[in-house]
């Protein structure tokens, strides 16, 4: 008795003594463009900050973090085309507070009932045009907002859409980085039927801090507003894009529309030196992701450190490995089984690990290396309020305004992500009727022993699976603070992307952000990587939201290289 009683007195003792538990998120500037922004009761980080504000004003109303979710996407929709709109897709992962889980839905849609993989004439590359109807799919955006409407949304979706109303229809003034994009866009799509009509008032794009209104999107999103996700479906929305496609060679039909339905899928996960990362799984390319990680959990990498070369090298080279299983596996589970559970097993990816030459590139991406088609315009944004729930969330037209045709009298463009179909005969991804191409937009969370700690994710094509390895490398393995490790130069690998049949077998090409000294440059060059440069938003937008285990204050932060912000109350 005397013994424990003398360990009881020794136990606080020694506890004072040990050092405390690192705080989550990690605290400090470090090299961070801007500090991180810390709240209460909610927080809101998006690519725009009208935007942000809209959504922050919908969570100071008493609606959910889904509520917040919806009306920022909505707010984009107008504000950003060149990434996103009611013509596109959507996937989420949430936190459920009552359930004390992650949840996912994804939101994208298939591909015409009438389209099959014979009537489409190929590029000289095999693949789909992207930019012609025969890559059109059915827009999920829009029955995605009402199923987490439904299930987790609070106020009327009248209040949730008025902020978009209102701004479509007296106008908002661009920002910088959206008014460059739009340019860039107009150059490419200004021919296209109805583009002009829909986004290139007067006849040119708008500027930086000129004002651009949309009436007819502002019409479509009171129809939603009003009559629900039917008045897409199966009313006036639909027969408008049906009536469009007919005029302009595509192939959809009402059932087509009438058939769609969103899906709730239960996230995937991998444990990552004790922090569990979940994805979405195919059809979108998440469990790249996952991968990558698990790959690289076998390296010490904070041993390396960012300024080595090896760093650099076994980061690329584990997005080699998953990007050849991507290019092999990935597509939609209702139409070919993907071996999720070897693909994420420790073992195979110890078996994989044995394949990295740490003084040489790998030439290929064993066992199939197909063609890149980065895409960087797509947005993200994640929302959370003071019940806990956090929600994760993508959007995308896929390559920019989408396929480039424009609907009027809707006042949106419609997606080309049935580009990302493969045309051979045999592969996983392989067009044909109601099917789900592989998708590139991706949302992530991060948890630790089952409690909730971020929503985050990296917008950009192919960037982003190489981007969320790369934010919880710098969070997990260097203890970055959360704008910190959004702001520190990246690396995106090209080389391997979309499955759509065109073979690479020169390695790829490596592009580094500046910032590395030379000799590293210097040393990968002799190891035989191919270095190249990029434009800033070739390396993707990033937005995280942190919740203190602790306190339960939520920190955000938001990409120095897109035009939003992260802001809390």
Known sequence: MRAAALLALALPLLAAALPPAAPWPPRGRGDATRSVVWARHGMVCAAQPLAVQAALDVLKEGGSAADAAIA?????????????????????????????????LNGSGRAPLALTADKVPPLPDGTIPLYSPYSWTVPGCADGWFELHARYGKLPMAKVLAAAIRYAEEGFPLSPVIAANWEAGSRRFKDKPGFAEVFLPGGRPPREGEIFRNPALAKTLRLLAEKGRDAYYKGPVAEALVAYSKANGGFFSMEDFARHRSTWDAPVSTSYRGYDVWELPPNTQGIAALQMLNILEGFDLAKMGRSSADFWHVMVEAKKLAYADRARFYADPAFVKVPLERLLSKEYARERAKLIDMQRASRTDPPDEEKVLNRKETTYLCTADESGLMVSFIQSNYTGFGSGYAVPAVGFGLQDRGGLFSLKKGHPNYLEPGKRPFQTIIPAFLTKDGVPLMAFGVMGGDMQPQGHVQVVVNLVDFGMNLQEAGDVPRYHHTGSSEPTGTVMKDGGVLNLEEGLPGSVLEELIRRGHHLGRESVGAFGGYQAIARDPVTGLYAGATERRKDGCAQGY
């Open 72 to 104: 920022a996407d909505a707010c984009l929709g107008l504000m950003e085309p060149t990434s996103a709109g009611l013509g596109g897709d959507l996937f989420a992962i949430l936190w459920d507070p009552a359930k004390k889980e992650v949840v996912g």
